[in-house]
């Protein structure tokens, strides 16, 4: 398994490629440089803070960065790169956490932060466009006094181009939907069936296919009424069965967290909040008129006193529900800040049916602790997903083996319940060799060739998606 310690940053190895040259070509650096002027850098801070993601995956630079400001800006450059058969890997904010931005081949990041407009917004037919460099908090912003949001919020404030390219997801997705829902090509037309689905296709490709400038997204509405709730449990069989409950009664809730004691205690340490350290805490959200909300809010709470749930506290108010979602989208970096000192995220997640989902969460806990490992706990339980945010300490290769261990147990448990090895952190090179257990040899290969098809000299972030899987299918116990 292609993973790593942090730590000085050098070249990692990718099944399949050779290693590249520490130094980008003469001829294709100076090609590149006409272009771009002192938007093109080789310097080794840029190379070193382009070969990571927030993960705890070994560096893996490029030979240089380019800033383009248009879209013209970065054909270009993908033609100078194919040209010279130089890899291309594009880097939004670097939020991603299976690789996704490891230069495994050298070649060129292609930063997208100089472009960062909303080009557009269409009040009436609730869509707009951005450049791929726009994060999901400045999309929001901009939206404020329109009336209407873009409701897709991973964890991190991540680029738009980002999101798409690796088919995020959130909190509110068990209410919205995830980024291959929102997303438009071609046209403004709320439905096509003219031709391939080449959306789907691109959107959760992680720029193996196309590089992804501008991106078309649905809005929504800020609904009349919000409301949000807090309420534990003794056991996590209980608020996983009560969320199973919930789904099948289609209670329209707009969010639906569960989060562990262990996440509870970072989160409280971090921020300075006092939420109940319970076994499991969900978290709920509620959007609508003031009549459906408050019917919700009442179903909701009923359904979790009926398992066993308690302490149901409100947050009404903008400043309350802020705080609470706030708290919810620290819990990553609040378990690596009070982890301890030297230690590391390395986090996974799955996603299985919903009726699956006690058997897998508790199974996976039993293991975790098993294994002597630190691994707070939360998730999207509405549509199945949850993560594990395993701590580790980087130079101990006894823990990275009993995490790795876990966390390709973890894959092979969901894969087995009918699930998939990550509902929304996606692929990277840090979970390519899961795929063969998943698709299988045929699905890999069509995969494969699908990626010949559109990058025939493989120069797109290589060593991902689309790779031949005769390099890694031969892994199934890696995780």
């Known amino acids: 398994m ?14 399949g490629l050779l290693r590249a040259a520490s130094t980008l070509a003469s001829n294709v650096a100076n090609d590149l440089a006409r272009l771009f002027g002192d938007r093109f850098t080789t310097k080794a801070a840029a190379l ?16 240089a960065v380019i800033y383009p400001k248009t879209t013209e800006e970065v054909a270009a450059a993908v033609k100078v790169c194919q040209i010279h058969r130089v890899p ?41 466009r951005v450049e791929a460099g726009v994060t999901r908090k400045r999309l929001d912003s901009e939206l404020r006094d329109s009336g209407l949001f873009f409701p897709v919020d991973p964890g991190a404030d991540a680029t738009l181009g980002g999101m798409a390219a690796t088919r995020a997801s959130g909190t509110t ?53 919000v409301s949000s709730a807090v309420c534990t449990f003794s056991g996590m069989e209980g608020a996983v069965d009560a969320v199973v409950e919930v789904m099948a009664r289609s209670i329209p809730v707009a969010r639906i967290e569960l989060i562990d004691d262990l996440c509870i205690h970072a989160i409280n340490e971090y921020g300075g909040s006092s939420y109940e350290a319970a076994p499991a805490t969900l978290f709920f959200e509620f959007h609508g008129s003031q009549v459906s909300v408050a019917e919700q809010s009442e ?26 979602w706030a708290a919810r989208h620290t819990a990553y970096w609040a ?118 098809a559109l990058d025939p000299h493989n120069i797109l972030n290589p060593g991902k998606l689309g790779s031949d899987p005769r390099a890694f299918a031969a892994a199934p116990d890696s995780a």
Not at 51 to 58: F, Q
Not at 202 to 220: D, N
Not at 404 to 413: K, L, N, P, T, W
Request: glycine share 14%.
């Open 48 to 63: 070193e803070s382009h070969g990571r993601d927030e993960s705890y995956h070994k560096c893996a630079p490029p030979q």
């Open 173 to 225: 997705t068990v209410r919205y939907g995830a980024m291959r829902e929102v997303i438009r090509t071609g046209t403004r037309a709320r439905k096509s069936s003219a031709g391939y689905d080449l959306t789907r296709l691109l959107v959760g490709s992680e720029g193996t296919l196309g590089i992804i400038t501008e991106v078309a997204l649905r809005l929504h509405g800020r609904p009349e009424a």
């Open 335 to 452: 378990s690596i800040a009070t982890a301890g000192q030297g230690r590391r995220g390395f986090p996974t997640d799955v996603c299985v049916p919903i009726s699956r989902l006690p058997e897998c969460i508790t199974e996976t806990q039993r293991e975790v602790k098993a294994a002597g490992l630190h691994a707070p706990l939360v998730g999207h339980v509405g549509d199945g997903n949850f993560h594990m945010l395993l701590m580790v300490n980087p130079e101990d290769a006894g823990e990275l083996s009993r995490a790795e261990a876990v966390v390709g147990s973890m894959v092979r448990r969901a894969q087995s319940l009918g699930g998939t090895c990550s509902g929304e952190h996606g692929i990277g090179f840090g979970k390519l060799p899961l795929l063969a257990g998943e698709h299988g040899a045929g699905s890999l290969e069509a995969m494969h060739r699908i990626k010949m």
């Open 299 to 324: 179903a909701v709470a009923d359904l979790v006193k009926d398992h066993g749930g308690s302490n149901f506290a409100w947050a009404t108010s903008q400043e309350e529900r802020s705080k609470l």
């Open 2 to 15: 292609l993973r790593g310690s942090y730590g000085t940053c050098k070249h990692v190895d990718s099944p």
């Open 88 to 128: 291309v890997i594009p880097y939004g904010a670097g939020t991603s956490l299976e690789g996704h931005v490891a230069a495994l081949h050298g070649g060129v990041a292609v930063d997208f932060s100089h472009m960062s407009s909303v080009l557009e917004v269409n009040p009436v037919d609730m869509d707009c």
